[in-house]
């Protein structure tokens, strides 16, 4: 078996011709020529490898035939590690080197009924870098298709792969590249999207990703395995909210942000200061760009839509004036975003997805924190943000905005840190303490929700006493709800955080 560790990074095809001209790129000592490998993937009618995420495949390139078995790999920032078993392939498939008894087993129970599935051609152009000694690095660039019967999708790609060398020298190359070209870190494998395809599964936006963390695992550790399901979560969604399709990508991308600054605050004692500084800022300014759009989605949606809806209720003079501020709402949502579209700059998204993954990998050790019990940090640290939420709790006691909004960024952060803790905690205690938290930061963000709206409006109806009126109207409606609903978050939240904490069984 090997250890096939890489880097994939998507580029559009326009810039395939600066990639070639790129000093690094053309340097680097070709390997051959050009060659067009075409590939089988093999899985039986239901999927079964799929399912335990092993792939098998065969190749041909030229006459030379190979078949190979990959499983599931590990990935950060687009940097995977997968086992990979690769030989002669004779036209009968041979499990017998598969040195991992589990997926030899699983190969050979499964052998009659593997069939081929999809077929992905491409050319490849390969390059060998080698900066300096002990350091060598494959750079491979794919160009072609994906196909599964009548659905074809592109491929265009850069391979790094690590020959001789760190993981990190790949993300030096990387960021090298990235400076002047539009690469984007891509975990997608060709056989991942090739089952997609296969199964014509929509892409659909990604939502964050369950804690892995060990109780073994030192504090630094425990980090880096949460950063990195972050950067995951970031950069799955990233080039959905840059083609404007579907504006969960937006709202998905501005919460894997949000939960990257959590984290990173909640780590900080843990982190070297330099570190928190200099990423805190530069997540702040990247989240900065994408909060409009989400605002006008909740205004359009949940605010206005409901009373258009229930147009019978006013006055005809009214539905003029309140037809024209949704007007405005839907005119200020487009220009929203198609301005998101214009800001997300996925050269610059991928230079910092890539720098950050560099930056983790490279935290450097600290003996005390690595003789820290990763449990006793977890515990006072979710004691300190839940002694400062009771603080924002008391706070709230006069009902107005601006504390109804402190007291829910506090019970946002505390419930990122208890599920980013999870693990460490008794599960039912903690289940049940989260959908409470979860019910009342709800309840209080359509509170904000309405504190935000009631901003916008009164800019748009400035002008016009119809608009102001129906402006009012709009907020009104919604009053009694927006009273019922901070009074029952601020109560639940009292209880919760003067209860019993899961943290302390």
């Not at 074809?152 to 002047?180: M, T, Y």
């Not at 959590?262 to 070297?272: G, Q």
């Not at 579209?341 to 890539?354: T, Y």
Request: glycine letters at 4%; charged letters at 25%; a positive charge.
């Amino acid at each position: 078996m090997s250890q096939e560790i890489e880097l994939k990074l998507s580029l559009p095809r326009r810039a395939l011709p600066a990639l070639r001209r790129h000093p690094l790129f053309a340097a680097a000592e070709k390997q051959g020529n050009a060659v067009t490998l075409d590939n089988t993937y093999f899985d039986t009618p239901d999927l079964a490898l799929k399912e335990r995420k092993i792939a098998v495949r065969t190749r041909r390139q030229g006459r030379i035939q190979l078949q190979t078995i990959k499983c599931e790999a590990s990935s950060a920032g687009g940097l995977t590690q997968r086992p990979e078993w690769e030989q002669p392939f004779t036209g009968a498939f041979d499990f017998s080197p598969v040195d991992v008894p589990k997926v030899r087993k699983v190969l050979q129970r499964q052998a009659d009924a593997l069939a081929p599935v999809f077929s992905t051609r491409f050319r490849r152009e390969t390059r060998l870098y080698a900066p300096a000694d002990g350091v060598r690095i494959l750079m491979m660039l794919d160009t072609g298709d994906i196909i599964a019967g009548e659905r074809s999708e592109p491929i265009c790609e850069l391979e790094l792969e690590l020959v001789e060398g760190r993981p990190q020298d790949l993300l030096v190359l990387a960021r090298q590249l990235a400076v002047e070209l539009p690469l984007l870190p891509d975990d997608s494998s060709k056989a991942a999207r090739g089952f997609r395809l296969h199964l014509n599964a929509p892409l659909r936006p990604q939502r964050a990703e369950t804690s892995r963390i060990a109780a073994d695992q030192d504090p630094v550790e425990a980090f880096r395995t949460l950063a990195f399901a972050c950067l995951r979560h970031w950069q799955g969604n990233v080039a959905g909210a840059a083609a404007g399709t579907d504006p969960e990508y937006t709202h998905q991308l501005r919460v894997a942000l949000r939960r990257l600054r959590s984290l990173i605050r909640l780590f900080t004692p843990a982190l070297p200061p330099a570190f928190v500084e200099d990423w805190s800022a530069r997540l702040a300014d990247n989240a900065a760009a994408f909060g409009a759009a989400r605002d006008l989605d909740v205004l359009c949606d949940e605010l206005l839509l409901p009373i258009l809806d229930a147009g019978s209720r006013y006055r005809p003079d009214e539905a003029v004036a309140i037809a024209e501020l949704a007007e405005r709402a839907h005119g200020a949502r487009k220009a929203a975003y198609d301005a998101t579209r214009a800001n997300i700059d996925l050269a610059g998204q991928g230079r910092q997805l890539l720098e950050l993954t560099a930056a983790l990998l490279d935290l450097p050790r600290n003996p005390l924190i690595d003789a820290a019990d990763l449990g006793t940090f977890a515990r006072i640290q979710l004691d300190a943000l839940r002694k400062k939420a009771r603080r924002r709790h008391t706070a709230a006691a006069n009902g107005i905005p601006e504390t109804l909004h402190a007291l829910r960024i506090a019970a946002k952060r505390l419930r990122y840190a208890i599920e980013f803790f999870a693990p460490l905690l008794p599960s039912k205690q903690t289940e049940a303490f989260l959908q409470s938290l979860l019910h009342a930061q709800a309840d209080l963000g359509f509170v904000n929700d309405i504190d935000i709206a009631r901003a916008r409006l009164a800019a748009w109806a400035a002008e016009s006493a119809d608009l102001r009126a129906a402006a009012a109207y709009v907020c009104g409606w919604h009053g009694p709800q927006c009273v019922k609903r901070s009074r029952r978050a601020v109560r639940a939240l009292g209880r919760l955080l003067r209860g019993r904490r899961p943290w302390a069984d």
